[in-house]
Each structure stands twice: as structure tokens, then as C-alpha cells.
Nanobody
Framework: VQLQASGGGLVQAGDSLRLSCVAS????????MGWFRQAPGKEREFVAS?????????LYADSVKGRFTISRDNAKNMVYLQMVSLVPEDAAVYYC????????????????RGRGTLVTVSS
């Protein structure tokens, strides 16, 4: 599985942004998906995850709960991260991840991780 994230950019605090991640290969629906982020000088941080198949189970970091929404479109092999009310602390490189075991996404040890997309939030 190859993952390609996009949608990052420079926004102002309070703005919204939607990140997208497209996955290559078949059987996308069998993979749990997630997003991590890493800011300069900081450790990698779990952001959100969505279960495989119907995506009926989602999980969010406390820091983004209520502001970020993860979703998936199995027909398009896509996973999204809708971000609203962005704050400077959200600035980071965001990575898309895939694994057939949801726990590996949550533990940030996925089998597959794509290149990141940079989100910059100005105050």
C-alpha cells in the first residue's frame, strides 16, 4: 500500500483545512487508517484513526477532539482529515497511515505510512 497525503498549506488561526490521503492497491477497505503529526522539535503525535470496513469507529487525540473529523471513502481509496478552528499548535507535518490492525494505528506503529503534508498556522 502506498499512501500520498495532500491538502496542507498556510492558514490563519481559526481557519479550516481538509487533508486528503489516497491509497494505492486493492482492499483499501480492509485497512484501518489514521493521521499522525510531528512539529519541529517535538515528538510524533497521534491525531486520529478510523476503523476498517465501514469506518464505524473513530478515535481522536484530546488536543483535536471536537475540531477534527476523520472520514473515509472506500470507493475512492481515500481518507480525509477535516480540521476546523485551527490553532498555531496544530502546525506540523501530517502523515497518513494504514494498517490492518487498528491498534497499530493508535500506537503509531503502522505498517504503511505516507509522506507528510505540511500544515502551517499563523497566529
Amino acid at each position: 500500500v502506498q499512501l500520498q497525503a495532500s491538502g496542507g498549506g498556510l492558514v490563519q488561526a481559526g481557519d479550516s483545512l481538509r487533508l486528503s490521503c489516497v491509497a494505492s492497491g486493492s482492499s483499501f477497505f480492509t485497512y484501518a487508517m489514521g493521521w499522525f503529526r510531528q512539529a519541529p522539535g517535538k515528538e510524533r503525535e497521534f491525531v486520529a484513526s478510523i476503523s476498517r470496513y465501514t469506518g464505524g469507529s473513530t478515535l481522536y487525540a484530546d488536543s483535536v477532539k471536537g475540531r477534527f473529523t476523520i472520514s473515509r471513502d472506500n470507493a475512492k481509496n481515500m481518507v480525509y482529515l477535516q480540521m476546523v478552528s485551527l490553532v498555531p499548535e496544530d502546525a506540523a507535518v501530517y502523515y497518513c497511515a494504514a494498517d490492518q490492525v487498528l491498534h497499530n494505528i493508535i500506537e503509531m506503529t503502522p505498517t504503511y505510512r505516507g509522506r507528510g503534508t505540511l500544515v502551517t498556522v499563523s497566529s
